[in-house]
T-cell receptor, first 111, second 113 residues
Framework: GEDVEQSLFLSVREGDSSVINCTYT??????LYWYKQEPGAGLQLLTY?????DMKQDQRLTVLLNKKDKHLSLRIADTQTGDSAIYFC???????????FGQGTELSVKP | SAVISQKPSRDICQRGTSLTIQCQVD?????MFWYRQQPGQSLTLIAT?????????ESGFVIDKFPISRPNLTFSTLTVSNMSPEDSSIYLC??????????FGQGTRLTVV
């Protein structure tokens, strides 16, 4: 069935770049998303990429998509302590339009 | 973009009781989705609610436990029935955008005691 996998933890120092990785199984996914969830808060859509693209940049965020390997990454440049949160990768599946979420990667930014 | 309002935002309920969560969207949408996020876990799709037809449930979720209503194109309810502490979670409704986004409500934080 459909599956999305992420590593669970990432720790970086303030000012460094963070790279969060995600793999998915269904090659028919049309859109892939990155959501941010801060403690006690709802989901915030950070960015998304359409499946016919291989890169998308939005200010400090860069999304890379390797469709052949079904691998998605989110790079955060100049990571700040305010970036500390859980980051979810999600894939939109054509069948019913539902989202399949990864387990979430907890990003810890140390000063 | 769609604006989604969920009620209640949080509740503490006794085991054995039921809670109905409401989701109101500011535009008409064909599909609405209900997700559950258990403590420290990712989001899991419970069901897809289509207006005018029965909800479609994902594996592991059943209508008797999570009945869903979809009376019109802007509103849906999810009921968590006969609650136990294992049902303590955040419940979120979601609607798709124009193929580019999925919009989420702020969620209902449920604690069952």
């Amino acid at each position: 069935g459909e599956d999305v996998e992420q590593s669970l933890f990432l720790s970086v120092r303030e000012g460094d770049s963070s790279v969060i990785n995600c793999t998915y199984t269904d090659s028919s996914s049309t859109y892939l998303y990155w959501y941010k969830q801060e403690p006690g808060a709802g989901l915030q859509l950070l960015t998304y990429i359409f499946s016919n693209m291989d890169m998308k940049q939005d200010q400090r965020l860069t999304v890379l998509l390797n469709k052949k390997d079904k691998h998605l990454s989110l790079r955060i440049a100049d990571t700040q302590t305010g970036d500390s949160a859980i980051y979810f990768c999600a894939a939109l599946y054509n069948q019913g339009g539902k989202l399949i979420f990864g387990q979430g990667t907890e990003l810890s930014v140390k000063p | 973009s769609a604006v989604i309002s969920q009620k209640p935002s949080r509740d503490i309920c006794q085991r054995g009781t039921s809670l109905t969560i409401q989701c109101q969207v500011d535009s008409q949408v064909t599909m609405m989705f209900w997700y559950r996020q258990q403590p420290g876990q990712s989001l899991t799709l419970i069901a897809t609610a289509n207006q005018g037809s029965e909800a479609t449930y994902e594996s592991g979720f059943v209508i008797d436990k999570f009945p869903i209503s979809r009376p019109n194109l802007t509103f849906s309810t999810l009921t968590v029935s006969n609650m136990s502490p294992e049902d303590s979670s955040i419940y979120l409704c979601s609607v798709p955008g124009e193929g580019t986004e999925a919009f989420f409500g702020q969620g209902t934080r449920l604690t069952v005691v």
